[in-house]
């Protein structure tokens, strides 16, 4: 991966481009484009956004789904000098303009004009936008063809170190969502540790399976394309694992990247079906969430392609530890437990830290802290924030250094792996999703009708679920459904609580607090 250790990836991307330009960059249903293609058209686009006033530090709305509009986009709005917007298209109308206006973005791609003015009607505003159409007929001629995208379409903007890559939306305790802003010299750092810790080569077929507005996305497409290999888009990433199989054998898959839940559901289907997998795979990383050892266990004793497990955070750019056991860690687990949060990747410090910013002694709980060239620049327009959760590093060797509080609870045996305990605050996961509990609280008070709710996360069939108690203006007409209807068009799915309890006012303490063991079981739907 030259030509430097801290070249941008956009820009080891056009060199990979100059080096083997016939070799396929992307594969998806609409066809494929090779390095050559994929570089002329993104500087195409590039050319657009630039003359429509895009540069550094302006964020540029990713307005196209899963593919090679995907991969043109993402790569144009880079090459512009620009950061991506990374947004899910399926929100509601009214979430998409909560983003655009927490992030202060004023351009989008899009596949055409069609789509432009669709997202700018979507959206209520002017949008500068190119199109990643631009000079596609031009740009899949034969490879012995010489045909330039366009007269102007010159070689990628420089960009400075630190400089904006991209914007990704988290759940925020606040109510709103937390626009985390993330750097090109930490994402090129994390690419380059995480293709040497894939063991990645041009011969590599990556499987490109997580959702455009996930950061995951960008782990399985950014390492692959710096070493050379193929991205496959996969159309539905829905499909269950035994539907995906096939896909995995016709496009020789070797590496594959899913939501541990999704593998969790792929072991148990294999071990109720025992059979082989496509000899193409070698290596599947999982993540999002957590996982049990019983299945890992099962997994390996099976003779199926090992698995290195993933932890990590938007504001540690994807991810930041990995585990993958030997033999021996295997045969140890005793029952089934967490599967381990594991060791730091290269350039990843990991402090287990007490309510005092002291380092737990071996073996004791702590809250887990990142550090190094992972950590975001913060979030996007939010110094205090930024200021809240990205605080001094009191243990790194150098001024000035910061240290990201996850707000996860974990320990460390001496000797042994980062184990995952829990949560410190109100965050919990749904459906790979982080979600803060006092956003789905503060959605469901914005109802005229509701005078006082709190949501949990409770058990239920295939994952942890939200559910909701509300108090309701005496008199209100107002139901479950209606309520959930009212979230879904303001709110994305993953945010909107399963079950909804109305009540004639919550169970508080004498001093206001709200009493949990009190609250009935969720209403059943």
Known sequence: MSPSETTPVPLLIAHRAGITPEATAVRAAEGELTYRQLDRRARAVAEELRAA??????????????GIHWAVGLLGIWY???AALLVDLEAPDERLRTLLDAAGTRHAVTPDTYAAAMLQRRTGRELFWAATT???????AAPTTTVAPTAAAGPPAGIAPGALAYVLFTSGSTGLPKPVAVGHTGLAAQVRTLAERYGLTAA?????????????????ALPTWCTGGTAVFVTDNVLSPAELEPFLAEQRISVVNLPTPYWTQWAKDLERAPRALPDALRRVVIGSDAGRTADLVRWAAAGHPPVVSCYGLTESTITATSYEPGP????????DELIPLGEPLAGVRAYVLDEELREAPPGAPGE????????????????????ERFVADPFAGAPGERMYRTGDRVTRAPGGPLVFLGRADDQVKIRGHRVELKEVEAAVAAHPDVVDVV????AADGGPQLAAWAA???GSALTPDALRRHLLANMPGYLVPATVTLMERLPRTPGGKLDPRALPAPAPR
């Open 368 to 387: 887990l802290y990142l550090a190094g060239s992972c950590l975001a620049r913060g979030y996007h327009g939010r110094p205090a924030l930024t200021s």
């Open 80 to 82: 512009a000098g620009a």
């Open 472 to 474: 309701l203006t005496p």
């Open 204 to 220: 590599d077929a990556v499987l490109q399976f997580a959702a455009p507005a996930f950061d995951v996305s960008l782990e399985e």
């Open 53 to 66: 006033g895009a540069g550094p530090e302006d964020t540029v709305l990713l307005g196209v789904r899963r």
């Open 134 to 140: 631009t000079a596609a007929a031009t740009t899949t």
């Open 328 to 335: 021996a860690e295997l045969a140890a687990f005793a029952g």
């Open 455 to 458: 949501a949990r996360a409770v």
